[in-house]
């Protein structure tokens, strides 16, 4: 019996033993996961920073430029930038913002297709809480950390008044608007009209969409100047526009001063060539690299400016 008994009580203490063995690994594995967990957050494992770019549309020079300053700026800082182009489709960039979220990014910075529409966007990744940075246009809605930009209204009253210059200060003028929706839009139209509304002499015969894009510039122009044959003047939201505009301009054998804004390589060709009258130079790859910077600082928790502008220049013939 007492040998029955000290074959028990062994077998309980090894039991015990064991049972406090698997007690103890478990709890000291709960934190290591969880710790690990923290890690990969924010797109940050390894220490490395991940930034998302959403980009309206990689079929526009000045959007590649702003791309290309940002890929330098994430490549000197030793940090990873994922691009996705929403090829100008609203419902696409959501997705792809969408992704970046799923991705677990450390921050996104967002150009919007619609400033509108991106909103739901924005408060996606606001829930998700990640920080999102806007580039060259604004969102109307939803937690925005900095937003990235030149000083729009300022460039379009730029426009306006080199226009009334070349003018005398009289003529008619022809706008084109970037896609509605859009703060670049809204703000270059703005300054523009700041600038030659209400000015004896001067006047806005039409002022149409074109979306930022060369075909529907050309177009859009060719149709503008059927139907007003004294025209002395265009201002166009973007080189895009401008230099299809410019194309109907040519073909119909006008002498018209065009002006566009961005200061693409073919626009700044063009007015050095004498044929456009001068761009607005935005400078898209400073813009882009300031946005990395920006994102790098808010990935690390320190605070920035809610309006970080980029200066402004016009390009006129050299």
Known sequence: MKKFLKMAMASTLVLGALAGCST????????????????NAGGEAGGK????????????????????????AAKDAGAELLVVDAQDDTAKQISGVEDLIQKKVSVI???????????????????????????????EGGQVVSHIASDNVKGGKMAGDFILEKLGGKGNIVE???IAGTSAARDRGKGFHDA??????????????????RAKGLSVMENILQANKDVQA???????????ALQAVEAA?????VVGFDATDDAVKSVNDGKMGATVAQKPAAIGETAVQTALKVAKGEK???????????VTKK
């Open 24 to 39: 103890s690994s478990n709890l000291e594995n709960k934190p290591a996961e969880q710790s690990a967990g923290n890690t």
């Open 49 to 72: 920073v991940t930034i998302g770019l959403a980009v309206s549309t990689l079929n526009n020079p000045f959007f590649v430029s702003l791309k290309e300053g940002a890929e330098k």
């Open 109 to 139: 910075m967002i150009n919007p297709t619609d400033s509108a529409a991106i909103v739901t966007a924005v408060e996606a990744a606001n829930k998700a809480n990640i920080p999102v940075i806007t580039v060259d246009r604004a969102a």
């Open 176 to 178: 084109l608007q970037g």
């Open 196 to 213: 030659v509304d209400g000015k004896e002499g001067v006047k806005v015969v039409a002022s149409q969409p074109a979306d930022f894009d």
């Open 234 to 244: 265009v201002f166009a939201h973007n080189d895009e526009m401008a230099l299809g």
């Open 253 to 257: 054998g006008k002498n018209i001063v």
């Open 304 to 314: 920035v400016e809610s309006n970080i502008p980029v200066d402004l220049e016009l």
